[in-house]
T-cell receptor, first 118, second 111 residues
Framework: AQKITQTQPGMFVQEKEAVTLDCTYD???????LFWYKQPSSGEMIFLIY??????QNATEGRYSLNFQKARKSANLVISASQLGDSAMYFC???????????????FGQGTTLQVKP | SQTIHQWPATLVQPVGSPLSLECTVE??????LYWYRQAAGRGLQLLFY??????ISSEVPQNLSASRPQDRQFILSSKKLLLSDSGFYLC??????????FGPGTRLTVL
């Protein structure tokens, strides 16, 4: 069975510093995708970054980068130069291939609450 | 560009009352559609997904049902709400391979 684990319920970071949010996953699929979403207090889910299992390069999107270590089955999110607006809940998610073909079903972790201190 | 709408934004319902939450997508055709529920401070649980009109797959046994009467319309329903149905309901659309895009959500409180 597929599973996403986020072991950090809450994190603090000083404004302008970098922070790493941990995510490990479990799957027997050879082809899968990993996603990170941000959920501010308003509740909307904002897509941040995607990493495919066959991508050799770590994904980057502006201040977000994904530290993908396939052998360790980890997909940590790195936020550089933290801003006050980064305070939110962050979710790691995975889309597998077996049993989900083109359905695109996502499995989510429990989330990490990030607070950026001024 | 694509837009996804959900309504209502908030809802307070008594136990045993019916429920109908609506989700519509603009700017895309034949999307995959998804209903998720989020308990307070927790992750998202997939409830239903649909890959086409009239095609509904349920992920967990529950008191809820879903329908897709039109290509870009997804409805979540219940005949009789339970206290445990309280939560934040999110609708999303995707192509099946890449990221999903979420609506603003409906916060449901069952009293």
């Amino acid at each position: 069975a597929q599973k996403i684990t986020q072991t950090q319920p809450g994190m603090f970071v000083q404004e302008k510093e970098a922070v790493t949010l941990d995510c490990t996953y479990d799957t027997s699929d050879q082809s899968y995708g990993l996603f990170w979403y941000k959920q501010p207090s308003s509740g909307e889910m904002i897509f941040l970054i995607y990493q495919g299992s066959y991508d050799e390069q770590n994904a980057t999107e502006g201040r977000y980068s994904l530290n993908f270590q396939k052998a360790r089955k980890s997909a940590n999110l790195v936020i550089s130069a933290s801003q006050l607006g980064d305070s939110a809940m962050y979710f790691c998610a995975m889309r597998g291939s077996s049993g989900s073909s083109n359905t695109g079903k996502l499995i989510f972790g429990q989330g990490t609450t990030l607070q950026v201190k001024p | 560009s694509q837009t996804i709408h959900q309504w209502p934004a908030t809802l307070v319902q008594p136990v045993g009352s019916p429920l109908s939450l609506e989700c519509t997508v603009e700017g895309t055709s034949n999307p995959n559609l998804y209903w998720y529920r989020q308990a307070a401070g927790r992750g998202l649980q997939l409830l239903f997904y649909s890959v086409g009109i009239g095609q509904i797959s349920s992920e967990v046994p529950q008191n809820l049902s879903a329908s897709r009467p039109q290509d870009r319309q997804f409805i979540l329903s219940s005949k009789k709400l339970l206290l445990s149905d309280s939560g934040f309901y999110l609708c999303a659309w995707g192509t099946g391979y890449n990221e999903q895009f979420f609506g603003p959500g409906t916060r449901l409180t069952v009293l």
